[in-house]
């Protein structure tokens, strides 16, 4: 592989992703990252990168910037481009959705139009190697009754200003591939959970509350349905799509581990009491963790249940999950447990965990 641009790489999967494709490839990386509140350098401390040979160039800028990307296609001319910079929290697009639309919509168009310009002027050998994946979620396609999954036929029905600047991109990259012939291809994942997620998510938001003694705040009747995948199961999927892929297409990614948000705040709580029982956690204040469940008022428009049908992506590229639910969420715990410091770090001054995307509501008609 040659020079791989890997935008939103400050992010939660982004970070996961540099590093499996540094300890895997042998490809250089550009990180194009805007450094939102759900970015941070610090997420990318400790990564291989050695100075007199670098395999890694960070450069901060916005994917909507039609200059900025330009650039970065002129000076680093990649073979391909992995696009994860979004604006990616449900509850702030439901405050106020107009960065979803800049980032997640035009940001995405600007980076096609980068890549269309780079290989309308370039060799035949070069289109044809070139690719451009897009990382997107099920969220596209709307809310599941309690039997069924989404597959890569399921039309498109986005409920949140979130899901619906997602789908406006995925279609702007079908769109390049149909008109323009642009090697482009798109994965639909799941639920994401692992290390480095900024603790405005439901697992490490409830992770840290929990541990300060703070209420969990369960949404409605704690009844909705997401699949839960690894981050790095993800990362390694996006790998093999990238590497394996047919442009074109589309991968839906998941789990197999649907899960009610109850059931993980459950779990979670099981977790950390053996991990970090509440009688020793001073924060308890003589409670126990499953006492701080809170039920507050559901999310406007929220789905109700996601699921997801893997079976292309399992038989064409062979890709499965190996990390199995229990094991995963164990390693998260931990890994939230030894990575205060970066918890701290990532919130200070941006964030203190507190409720988001009430929204106003203009009633039914
Ligand atoms: N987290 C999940 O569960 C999940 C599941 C499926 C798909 N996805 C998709 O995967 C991608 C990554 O998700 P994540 O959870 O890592 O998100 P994240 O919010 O943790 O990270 C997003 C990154 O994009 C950067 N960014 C935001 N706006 C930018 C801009 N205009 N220009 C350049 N950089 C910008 C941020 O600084 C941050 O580093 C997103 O596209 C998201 O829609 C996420």
New binding site residues.
């Given amino acids: 592989m040659d020079t791989l641009l890997v935008?939103?790489?400050?992010?939660?999967?982004?970070?996961?992703f540099l590093r499996l494709v540094l300890a895997e490839t042998e490809a250089r990386v550009v990180v194009?990252?805007?450094?939102?509140?759900?970015?941070?350098l610090k997420?990318l401390e400790g990564l291989p990168d050695d100075p007199r040979n670098p395999r890694l160039r960070f450069l901060r800028?916005?994917?909507?910037?039609r200059s900025t990307v330009q650039r970065v296609f002129l000076e680093h001319r990649p073979g391909a481009v992995v696009?994860?910079?979004?604006?990616?929290?449900v509850d702030r697009s439901i405050d106020d959705a107009s960065?979803f639309v800049?980032?997640?919509v035009v940001?995405a168009f600007e980076l096609l139009e980068g890549a269309r310009l780079q290989l309308a002027a370039a060799p035949a050998a070069e289109r044809e190697r070139f690719r451009f994946l897009?990382?997107?979620?099920?969220?596209v396609y709307g809310s599941l009754g309690p039997t069924g999954a989404f597959s890569e036929s399921t039309p498109y029905a986005p409920n949140s200003p979130?899901a619906a600047s997602?789908a406006g991109?995925d279609h702007l990259v079908r769109a390049f591939h149909e008109t323009y012939g642009l090697p482009a291809l798109l994965?639909?994942?799941?639920?994401?959970?692992g290390p480095?997620?900024?603790p405005e998510?439901l697992i490490p938001l409830m992770i840290l509350n929990a541990l300060e003694g703070r209420p969990l705040p369960i949404y409605g009747d704690g009844g909705n349905v997401r699949d839960w995948?690894y981050?790095e199961d993800?990362c390694r999927g996006i790998l093999a799509v990238l590497r394996h892929g047919r442009p074109g297409e589309k991968y839906n990614?998941g789990g197999r581990s649907e899960r009610t948000n109850l059931q993980i705040v459950d779990t979670l709580c099981d977790i950390l009491e053996r991990e970090r029982p509440a009688a020793d956690n001073p924060a308890l204040a003589g409670r126990g963790y499953r006492d701080l469940k809170t039920f507050v008022a559901d999310r406007p428009g929220h789905d109700r249940r996601y699921a997801i049908d893997d079976a292309k992506i399992r038989g064409e590229l062979g890709w499965e999950p190996r990390h199995d639910f229990a094991a995963g969420l164990r390693a998260t715990v931990r890994w939230y447990l030894a990575n205060r410091a970066w918890c701290e770090a990532v919130q200070a001054g941006r964030y203190g965990r507190e409720r988001l995307g009430l929204g106003i509501s203009l009633g039914r008609s």
Avoid: W
């Fill in positions: 935008t939103g790489g400050a992010g939660f999967i982004g970070c996961n194009l990252d805007k450094l939102t509140y759900a970015g941070s997420s800028g916005d994917i909507a910037e696009n994860f910079a979004a604006e990616s929290h960065d800049r980032t997640n940001g897009h990382v997107s979620t099920d969220e979130y997602k991109a994965t639909n994942c799941s639920n994401n959970y480095f997620q900024f998510k995948l981050v993800h990614l």
